[in-house]
């Protein structure tokens, strides 16, 4: 990748992350934003790129780059259980009217956003602990203000054209479903918009893979 771009990745055979200079910008980072919108942003990118050394790709190499299995069998299957609650519940989601997710071609980036999301979190809340008061911005709490910026990193539109053919071939879910997809799961995304069981954002069994 050039400087300019706004992008990451993850590469398994040099177990190295990536981020360029272009990524290092406004929304995802700036110098004059708050912990919690640092940390919601980039934060949450550098988190989603570290889960990628352990999905269902990354799981499969070792520190080294070698292709080979490190974990037990009962670890392995206990991996493969949680990631069959990832797919269900992505694969739930319909992209356009008819349209539904595919959450097995997307297991591997979905994985890595909720590990992304949920790491970034308690980064931002560690650096939080000892703070001496709460900044509250446009009347959001801090835990608020870390989700909202989750959210905005996603902000796009598209053509149902594109949308139709990403859903055949996209490995990340649909910008919205990232976001909705990993929060849902979060149970301190619905203390902080005190969003009861059941309600659209909420995760009735809520997925985590550890
Ligand atoms: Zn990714």
């Keep these: 990748m050039t400087p300019p771009t ?23 980072y700036s110098s004059s934003a708050s912990i919690a919108v640092n940390l919601g942003g980039m934060g949450m990118v550098v988190g989603h790129e570290l889960t990628h050394g352990f999905d269902d790709e990354g799981s499969q190499f070792a520190g080294n780059g070698n292709l080979e299995n490190r974990w037990s069998p009962e ?52 650096l939080r602990q000892d703070a001496p008061e709460e900044i509250i911005a ?22 149902e054209e594109y949308a139709h053919h990403a859903a055949k071939v996209d490995l990340h879910s649909p910008p919205n479903f990232r976001v909705i997809g990993s929060l849902a799961n979060l149970p301190g995304f619905a203390r902080a918009f005190s969003c009861g069981p059941g309600k659209a954002m909420t995760s009735a069994n809520t997925c985590e893979v550890r």
């Design 6 to 28: 706004v992008n990451a990745y993850y590469d398994p055979l040099k177990n190295h992350m990536v981020f360029p200079a272009g990524i290092l910008q406004a929304p995802f």
């Design 75 to 126: 670890v392995c299957e206990r991996f493969e259980k949680k990631g069959t609650y990832v797919v269900n519940q992505y694969s739930s989601y319909e992209v356009l009217p008819g349209v539904k997710l595919n959450g097995k071609l997307t297991l591997g980036e979905n994985i890595a956003d909720l590990g992304g999301t949920k790491l970034a979190f308690a980064a931002y809340r560690a």
């Design 138 to 159: 446009d009347e959001f709490t801090e835990d608020q203000q870390f989700f909202l910026a989750v959210g905005q990193l996603w902000c796009s539109k598209s053509r």
